[in-house]
Each structure stands twice: as C-alpha cells, then as structure tokens.
C-alpha cells in the first residue's frame, strides 16, 4: 500500500501524476528530489538536455531527472490545481485547490518554461487545448458562414441569369 495520495499514469502529453485519495487545498503531495547543482552544472546539464532542472535560485538548481523522483512526471498547466515551493534547499509541490481522486495533479512551470522548452502554442495543458479548440471552432463557423453566402450569391446571379435569357427569349419570339 502506497501512502502517496496519487499515482503515476498515462497523461495527454506522456506520464502525468494523478490523485487517488482526495487531497485538500494546501496539503504537501510530494517532494520535488534530485542532487543539488551548482549554477555552473545547471547550466551545462541543461545544455545537454536534461528538462528537469528546477531553479531553486540563483545559486542552487535542483537536478530532478532521477527516476526516483517522481514529482517530475507532474506536468505543466496554465490553469493548475498545484504549485511548488521551497523550504530552504528542498522543493515541494503542494495542492492550491481541493483536488479529487482521478484529477490530474499539475502545476505552473512559470513563463519561461512554456516559453521556451513547451513553446506557448504548443501547450497542451486542458486550458490552452480549451483555447485552441474554441477558436478552431470559430473560424469553421466563419468559415462555414462565408461558403453559405457565396453559395447563396451564386445561386442568386444563376437566377438572375436565368430570368434574363427567359426575357430574352421571350423579346426573340
Ligand atoms: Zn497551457
């Protein structure tokens, strides 16, 4: 039996955490863990690729890649129901909302992260697919508007072209 309040499970964007026992606002759900680096270090690991390098300040970056770790498979959302804080050099990732078995727990990579390593159009975070997906569905109605008017002008200069070769027909006889 597990005493964490979540599991690891398939998310949209890969794995993601997700609670399996309610947890209310405020309450620690897990430690952010890895080896303490160096600005330097930091800056070299994240050369090399590593996206879980967490910033604790200037100074210290907490290198999260480890498998242990499993806060690092809590993904990014613009519209979050976690966040994470420090206490001193450790990092912890605490509930902002009562969240309920079966929701996905997530929370705020900041700015920067969306900016540069998700790309901000390419959040897949439920509220940026939201987004995305209300303003797709406003341009195929605009879209679907313009062919409807089109469809009816042509079909209008069709009836006036008929009624015109009728009078004609009619002058002619
Ligand atoms: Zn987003």
């Known amino acids: ?10 998310a949209r ?12 606002k405020n309450a620690r759900i897990v430690e952010y863990k890895g080896p ?3 600005g330097k270090a930091a800056q070299k690991a994240e050369n090399g690729g590593n996206r879980y390098l967490y910033e604790i300040n200037k100074r210290w970056t907490i290198d999260g ?3 242990d770790n499993v806060a690092r498979y809590g993904n990014h959302s613009c519209n ?3 966040d994470s804080y420090n206490v001193k050099k450790r ?10 078995p079966g929701d996905e727990i997530v929370y705020d990579y900041g700015i ?3 900016k540069n390593v998700i790309g901000k159009s390419n959040c897949q975070c439920s509220r940026c697919r939201k987004r995305r997906n209300k ?20 079909s209008a200069k069709r009836a006036a072209a008929r009624k015109s070769s009728k009078k004609s027909a009619k002058r002619k006889a």
Not at 18 to 24: D, G, L, M, V
Not at 91 to 100: C, L
């Open 1 to 10: 039996m597990s005493r964490r309040p979540f599991r690891v499970g398939r």
């Open 13 to 24: 964007t890969g794995l993601g955490l997700f609670a399996t026992k309610p947890i209310r």
């Open 36 to 38: 303490l680096l160096t």
């Open 65 to 67: 890649a480890g498998r």
């Open 80 to 82: 979050p129901n976690a």
């Open 91 to 100: 990092v912890f990732i605490r509930a902002i909302k009562n969240i309920k």
């Open 112 to 114: 920067d992260y969306l």
């Open 135 to 154: 303003r797709a569905a406003e341009l195929r109605l605009k879209r679907q508007r313009k062919e409807a008017r089109l469809k009816r002008e042509r």
